[in-house]
T-cell receptor
Framework: GNSVTQMEGPVTLSEEAFLTINCTYTATGYPSLFWYVQYPGEGLQLLLKATKADDKGSNKGFEATYRKETTSFHLEKGSVQVSDSAVYFCALRGRSYGKLTFGQGTILTVHP | NAGVTQTPKFQVLKTGQSMTLQCAQDMNHNSMYWYRQDPGMGLRLIYYSASEGTTDKGEVPNGYNVSRLNKREFSLRLESAAPSQTSVYFC??????????????FGPGTRLTVT
């Protein structure tokens, strides 16, 4: 079956530091890949997505590239802000009814 | 345009009590989903409805039932709550399966505690 593995958290950074959150997946066929963000007390919001190999998703300074050869979709940001503090979820969508398979989430805390 | 709404926001139940979590979306989406979120486990799919009139089990359906009341509304029922059902519950919706990798939109969640 499909599965997603994210790097263990929590991750604590200083403002303006570089961020990487690793995500690898196992899936049959050609899944779509997503990063969702959950701010404290809120539901999940789509941050970015990629639907085929070598696609790069980007939004709000975050980027992730769909790497089929390494089955990875790592999230990066060049300079994090305090407002980026949240939980980040990597997810994949297979071909069946839009069901998403989520990683366990990575808590990011950014200090001033 | 409210997106996906859920009620209630918080609920405390005693073991054995029943309750229904309500979800509604105003985006004319065909598919709706119920997830539970537990620490260190991400979100797990409980039930989903691909379209009005259909429902199917997800990854963790035991102890739950669902009703797709109409295109807008999808409710989740706990018939006899157990402490293991203490969790945060999220409803989501999306357009029907699309080749472009359709986005799911999430509600704000219901935090349920079963004592």
């Amino acid at each position: 079956g499909n599965s997603v593995t994210q790097m263990e958290g929590p991750v604590t950074l200083s403002e303006e530091a570089f961020l990487t959150i690793n995500c690898t997946y196992t899936a049959t066929g050609y899944p779509s890949l997503f990063w969702y963000v959950q701010y404290p007390g809120e539901g999940l919001q789509l941050l970015l997505k990629a639907t085929k190999a070598d696609d790069k998703g980007s939004n709000k300074g975050f980027e992730a590239t769909y790497r089929k050869e390494t089955t990875s979709f790592h999230l990066e940001k060049g300079s994090v802000q305090v407002s980026d503090s949240a939980v980040y979820f990597c997810a994949l969508r297979g071909r069946s009814y839009g069901k998403l398979t989520f990683g366990q989430g990575t808590i990011l805390t950014v200090h001033p | 345009n409210a997106g996906v709404t859920q009620t209630p926001k918080f609920q405390v139940l005693k073991t054995g009590q029943s309750m229904t979590l309500q979800c509604a979306q105003d985006m004319n989406h065909n598919s709706m989903y119920w997830y539970r979120q537990d620490p260190g486990m991400g979100l797990r799919l409980i039930y989903y409805s691909a379209s009005e009139g259909t429902t199917d089990k997800g990854e963790v359906p035991n102890g739950y039932n669902v009703s797709r009341l109409n295109k807008r509304e999808f409710s989740l029922r706990l018939e006899s709550a157990a402490p293991s059902q203490t969790s945060v519950y999220f409803c989501a919706s999306s357009e029907a399966l699309l080749a472009g990798g359709g986005e799911q939109y999430f509600g704000p969640g219901t935090r349920l505690t079963v004592t």
